[in-house]
């Protein structure tokens, strides 16, 4: 696997609650993505970063926010978890503008 | 917003026969081409790219491409129960960092 680290890696929380995924990288590459994954949807864009500070939507970024103040952590928060965010959450990164590699995941459950 | 096909599965194949899947994608600007197999519980892991028309061979795998039909093939020669997995296709435009993902298709080799 790259250097790719994701914590936690299962989680499971209150509808309303606020939660905080953080992925690592030991690789400095310079994009990092976040994406979730559910059945019959494949993987879907939420935000991606294309360098410290620098962030921008994907398809499915409604009710997410992410920071990344250093090359190696991109952190993706929900701000009040709802149960249509249950989901298993990606991240991958990449040094080319298109292929990327993916981390372990993180499974979060909302109730 | 690209849209990419998979065809459905799930497809189940002898060991030692070839497994073919198939993508296609609505958008023609389209330029870079990805398949990558997920293990049940594991991460994307990136298999093959493509990005000129015409067959790429590696090992055992081939992946195919056709801009002008906007569709995209993988085959595995001389399956193995190793390969049982699920394939996503992947697509982007030229130095875009942002890949869509069909849904994907899952595959077993029985023995």
């Known amino acids: 696997d790259a250097g790719i680290t994701q914590s936690p890696r299962h989680k499971v929380t209150e509808t309303g609650t606020p939660v905080t995924l953080r992925c690592h990288q030991t690789?400095?590459?310079?994009?990092m993505y976040w994406y979730r994954q559910d059945p019959g949807h494949g993987l879907r864009l939420i935000h991606y970063?294309?360098?410290?500070?620098?962030?921008d939507k994907g398809e499915v970024s409604d009710g997410y926010s992410v920071s990344r103040s250093k090359t190696e952590d991109f952190l993706l928060t929900l701000e009040s978890a709802t149960s249509s965010q249950t989901s298993v959450y990606f991240c991958?990164?990449?040094?080319?503008?298109?292929?990327?590699?993916f981390g372990p995941g993180t499974r979060l459950t909302v109730l | 917003q690209k849209e990419v096909e998979q065809n459905s599965g799930p497809l189940s194949v002898p060991e030692g026969a070839i497994a073919s899947l198939n993508c296609t994608y609505s958008?023609?600007?389209?330029?870079?081409f990805f398949w990558y197999r997920q293990y049940s519980g594991k991460s994307p892991e990136l298999i093959m790219f493509?990005?000129?028309?015409g067959d790429k061979e590696d090992g055992r795998f081939t992946a195919q491409l056709n801009k002008a039909s906007q569709y995209v093939s993988l085959l595995i020669r001389d399956s193995q129960p190793s390969d049982s997995a699920t394939y996503l296709c992947?697509?982007?435009?030229?130095?875009?960092?942002?890949?869509?993902f069909g849904a994907g298709t899952t595959v077993t080799v029985r023995a």
């Open positions: 970063s294309y360098g410290v500070k620098d962030t």
């Open positions: 958008d023609r600007g389209s330029q870079s």
């Open positions: 493509i990005y000129s028309n």
């Open positions: 992947a697509v982007t435009e030229a130095n875009d960092y942002k890949l869509s």
């Open positions: 991958a990164i990449s040094e080319t503008a298109d292929t990327q590699y």
């Open positions: 690789e400095n590459h310079r994009y």
